[in-house]
Structure formats: C-alpha cells, structure tokens
C-alpha cells in the first residue's frame, strides 16, 4: 500500500507545473466526509449533555452548562473550518515553519508559572476560566502542518537516514518533550504516532523508522520509570484489578460502564457511571458513558464512522493535485484517526491510561476546534482532483 501511494505522488507541488504533467479537476465537496463529521459533532453534543449533566448540576446548579460550552466552541469551530476550507491550502506551506515556531512557544509558555494554568497537577492551559485553551492541541495542527511542507519539499530524501528522517525527527521530538514536561504523556504520543504515520506515508524506510524508534525508547521508558504517576499508569493497565480504588479506578469503572451497557445500552440519559462514579465522564472517558448508554450497537457506530472518516481522508490524499496536499490530507486523517483509537483503546484498556480525547465527541473547546478544522482541510484538498485519480 505504501508503495502505491508513492506511486500517486505527483512530481510537483505546484498546481501550474502538475497540470502540464496530469490535468486536475475542481470537486464538489465530499457530502460523505461532512455527514461523518456531523454524524460525530451530533454524538458529541448529545453524550456531553447526558454524562455531564450531573457535574453541571453539582457545580453550577445547571444541567446544560457544559453542553452549552461546547456548542459555543462547535460555532467558533465552524467559523474557522469555513476558512480553512475556503482558503487556497497552498498558502500554509510557505508559513508552516512560522506556525510551528509559534506552537513551540505556546508550549513553552505554559511552563512558565503564572502563565500557564494548573488543573489536577497538571500545567497544560494558557489564560483564565472559560478563556483558557490548551497549546498542546493546537501544536498537533502545526506539527502536521510543518511535516507537510518539510516532507512535500525533501521528495525522495526521506529514504535517507542522516539526510530525510532523522532532521525531522528532531522537532517532533522537541514538541513532544515540552509536553510531556505538562506533565500530558498522551498528547506528546500522539505527536511521535502521526509523525511517524506521515514519514511511512512518505516512503520513509520501516528500518529506519524502527531504528528510529530504538533509540528514543529507553529515554521514554526511563521517563516512565522516574515518574510515580507515569509509573502507576502503566502497571494500571497492565492489572487494573491490583488497586481498583485507586490507580485502577479509571478503567475498572469504565469496564463496567461498558459491560452494562450490552447491545442495545441502557438508553440515552441513563447511564449510573456518571454519578460521580467515572472520572472524566464528559471528557477523556465520554466512550465509556456512550457504551453504557448505547450499548456495543453505539459504540461500533462510532468506530464506523472513524473507520470511513480515514477511507475518505485517504480518498482525497492519494487524489490530491500536489504533494503537500497529499501530506496534509494524511496527516490531518492520522491525526484524528490515531487520537481516536488511542481514547477507545484507553477506555476498553487495550491502551495505558492517557489524557487524550475523542475527537468530534469529547468536551473541550480546544480539542474541537483543532479536529473541524482538519476535517476542513482535508475537505479543502479534496476540492482539487486528479482527473487519473478521480
């Protein structure tokens, strides 16, 4: 598969210069990828009104407040989708670098006390009260918006260790020790895990990607090792069942939010876990209500959904007129796509327990803003096609 893709690369990453080699042809927009995101923006809504709904009450006396919240950042999300979708995508390359720079900034702001904002020990927001967003997920656009460029102007040097791979790997993994210094393990993953996706889409050697991978494991590992909460995680996920009252909370309360949900749920509205019995129930762990609530019908409907929001993202990068299109379209698609089955695989622990949310459905201002505006830009590619691709 990856050497196909290789092979729908186009030579050039001008529209001008492609078209003399391939003609291209102006697309309606993708009617199939909008009803996805919609179809998961609408389970967003609905499950942060149901697993929120207690919190609310107990802490602002209104069962809405988050659900409320959410839909003001969804309208401030479609606005800025609108223009990353309207917008000549070819623009970003040359600014990019600019973006990332700015995003490594942002990060390190958060680190400087009194600026960033700690919440539960960690120290990941900049601003104050309904004000505050997370740098960290507005880095993971910048860092798919950087590899984009870098990659669509080094071509065939990506096969080259010391020449294609290896310079890039530097700044992800300058972004990803930033934020693992929040202290959010999750999110600096998820840096490493599209990176990574994006160089093999590239044509990257699995080699030197493994290689790649052996050399950065064993500061990661220590890492782990010197943290007790990064520590704890772990052996959490490896028997759950060992400290259920504690370290294991999480997911055994998840697993039984899931269990008894069954096929069919316990109907929307009714879930018991989110008394006060799941933590993050509206946010990181939202799938868990969801399955409870919608039972396994629910929650394989939302994996369908991510399963062909990737086909279609996939669709408009391998058809995409140049190559930055076509990195763009596969980073922003791994991005989304990773981030889901990184939280799903959290909540059913078949992942150590992370902070990272679900795109589209968890609540969070910051989270959902990012993922519109991939979904957009992906769209936005998606306008230009190959008429050979077509």
């Known amino acids: 598969m990856r050497n196909a893709m290789r092979k ?30 919609a179809s998961l923006v609408g389970f967003g809504l609905a499950m942060i009104f149901s697993a929120s709904s207690a919190q609310a009450y107990a802490d602002h006396h209104d069962t809405a407040y988050y659900v409320k919240r959410q839909f003001i950042w969804l309208i401030v999300g479609g606005i800025l989708a609108l223009v990353a979708y309207r917008m000549d995508y070819r623009k970003l390359k040359s600014v990019a670098p600019w973006i990332f720079g700015a995003s490594l900034l942002s990060l390190l702001a958060v680190l400087v006390p009194h600026v960033g904002v700690v919440v539960n020990g960690a120290r990941r927001w900049i601003g ?16 798919v918006l950087y590899l984009a460029a870098m990659l669509s102007a080094r071509g065939d040097r990506i096969r ?66 010197a943290s007790p909460y990064k520590r704890a995680r772990v052996f959490a996920f490896i028997d759950p069942w060992k400290d259920p009252q504690n370290t294991g909370f999480h997911i055994v309360q998840s697993l039984y939010a899931l269990g008894s949900g069954g096929l069919l749920g316990l109907g929307l509205g009714a879930s018991r876990e989110k008394y006060f019995y799941l933590p993050e129930q509206y946010t990181d762990f939202i799938f868990s209500v969801l399955g409870e609530e919608l039972g396994l019908l629910g929650t394989l409907t939302v994996i369908v959904l991510f399963v062909v929001f990737a086909y279609r993202a996939m669709r408009i990068a391998i058809a995409a007129p140049d190559r930055f299109g076509f990195f763009l379209s596969a980073g922003c698609a791994s991005l989304i796509v990773i981030q889901a089955f990184v939280n799903i695989g ?39 096609r190959r008429v050979d691709a077509s």
């Open 346 to 384: 959290v909540v059913t622990s078949s992942w150590p327990v992370t902070g990272v949310p679900l795109p589209f459905i968890s609540f969070g201002g910051s989270s959902l803003v990012v993922s519109l505006v991939c979904a957009a830009l992906i769209m936005n590619v998606g306008r230009y």
């Open 8 to 37: 729908t690369l186009p030579a050039s990453d001008s529209f001008h210069e492609h078209a003399s080699l391939r003609s291209y042809v102006t697309a309606p927009p993708d009617t199939i990828l909008f009803a996805v995101v």
């Open 160 to 225: 080259s260790l010391s020449k294609g791979l290896f310079p890039l790997c530097l700044p992800v993994f300058a972004a990803a020790v930033l934020v693992l210094k929040e202290p959010d393990m999750g999110t600096a993953s998820l840096y490493v895990l599209t990176a990574f996706a994006m160089f093999i889409a590239a044509g990257a050697q699995a080699m030197h990607v493994a290689l790649v991978m052996l050399v950065t494991a064993p500061p990661a590992i220590l890492s782990v090792i």
């Open 128 to 143: 104050a009260g309904s004000f505050s967003f997370q740098p960290s997920e507005f880095a993971k656009l910048a860092l």
